[in-house]
């Protein structure tokens, strides 16, 4: 099992600039796909992105291709999304997600609690 503690939410203006961590637990990082989701306020989780096991594979959604870089650093057990080009429509809280199994699928096992961007207009 892994356990995730997201960081670096806060509120930027529109244009601006975030990067969220994600620190896990254990010793297995590297064996886990990570992922990140949002939530906006009355609105479902959606998927962001996705990274593989060793970073070599990424996957975007529509909305965040161009302007969110997923990433990840084994060596820290940490995986990151720099998001740039920020709008108030990425205004939501965002969760941090880790996946079983190499197979890159917008499926995963763990969550962690979350954390919220707000961009101002």
């Known amino acids: 099992q892994v356990q995730l503690v997201e960081s670096g939410g806060g509120l930027v203006q529109a244009g601006g600039s975030l990067r969220l961590s994600c620190a896990a637990s254990?010793?297995?990082?590297?064996?886990?796909?990570m992922g990140w989701f949002r939530q906006a306020p009355e609105k479902e989780r959606e998927f962001v992105a996705a990274?593989?096991?060793?970073?070599?594979?990424?996957d975007y959604s529509d909305s965040a291709k161009g302007r969110f870089t997923i990433s990840r650093d084994n060596a820290k057990n940490t995986v990151y999304l720099q998001m740039n080009s920020l709008k108030p429509e990425d205004t939501a809280v965002y969760y941090c997600?880790?996946?079983?199994?190499?197979?890159?699928?917008?499926?995963?096992?763990?969550w962690g609690q979350g954390t919220q961007v707000t961009v101002s207009s």
């Open positions: 254990g010793r297995t990082f590297s064996r886990y796909r």
């Open positions: 990274i593989s096991w060793g970073g070599g594979s990424t």
């Open positions: 997600a880790a996946g079983r199994g190499a197979t890159m699928t917008r499926a995963f096992d763990y």
